[in-house]
T-cell receptor, first 110, second 113 residues
Framework: KQEVTQIPAALSVPEGENLVLNCSFTDSAIYNLQWFRQDPGKGLTSLLLIQSSQREQTSGRLNASLDKSSGRSTLYIAASQPGDSATYLCAVRNDYKLSFGAGTTVTVRA | DAGVIQSPRHEVTEMGQEVTLRCKPISGHNSLFWYRQTMMRGLELLIYFNNNVPIDDSGMPEDRFSAKMPNASFSTLKIQPSEPRDSAVYFC???????????FGPGTRLTVT
């Protein structure tokens, strides 16, 4: 069974600081890895999807890396803003199944 | 595109009542997923449909839960009878087979008193 762990569980940073969110998984036979954002009381918004053959994916201030052999992914958010405050979820896909981590709750202080 | 549509957005019901949650996937998507999110267990897959056929229902907690997909544009998740421990946010997601990416609906927040 795939186990997904996210560290840290919570993070508070001043505006402008770079954010580093970590995700690890136990079964490296994955199809892809997806990072989501969830605002309180809201649904999930897909941020980045990295295929198993890729090493990284970038979108604006977001960059996600994938090291499949070691079972790790890192989400970098550059120059954080208060609007980046949310919970970030990592999800790993094996076949059709997405296994989610518990999330990292980020607070960016103005 | 309207995205994945779920209704109702909020549901409050009493223990023992039947609850029906609804989902309309993105047009053209042929895979549909029901998830449940709780503080204790996070996000869990309940059931997966492909081309309207249930492929994996191993995540359905017990016989009180049932799901149907009568056509490509509609699915229901039913709980009968409901219990307080069923209180959670239920998400529906859809994807196009081979496309990999799942798109989530806004969720239904269920409270069973």
């Amino acid at each position: 069974k795939q186990e997904v762990t996210q560290i840290p569980a919570a993070l508070s940073v001043p505006e402008g600081e770079n954010l580093v969110l970590n995700c690890s998984f136990t079964d490296s036979a994955i199809y892809n890895l997806q990072w989501f954002r969830q605002d309180p009381g809201k649904g999930l918004t897909s941020l980045l999807l990295i295929q198993s053959s890729q090493r990284e994916q970038t979108s604006g201030r977001l960059n996600a890396s994938l090291d499949k052999s070691s079972g790790r992914s890192t989400l970098y958010i550059a120059a954080s803003q208060p609007g980046d405050s949310a919970t970030y979820l990592c999800a790993v896909r094996n076949d059709y199944k997405l296994s989610f981590g518990a999330g990292t709750t980020v607070t960016v202080r103005a | 595109d309207a995205g994945v549509i779920q209704s109702p957005r909020h549901e409050v019901t009493e223990m023992g009542q039947e609850v029906t949650l609804r989902c309309k996937p993105i047009s053209g998507h042929n895979s549909l997923f029901w998830y449940r999110q709780t503080m204790m267990r996070g996000l869990e897959l309940l059931i997966y449909f492909n081309n309207n056929v249930p492929i994996d229902d191993s995540g359905m907690p017990e016989d009180r839960f049932s799901a149907k997909m009568p056509n490509a544009s509609f699915s229901t998740l039913k709980i009968q009878p409901s219990e307080p421990r069923d209180s959670a946010v239920y998400f529906c997601a859809s994807s196009f087979q081979g496309s990999n990416e799942q798109y989530f609906g806004p969720g239904t927040r269920l409270t069973v008193t």
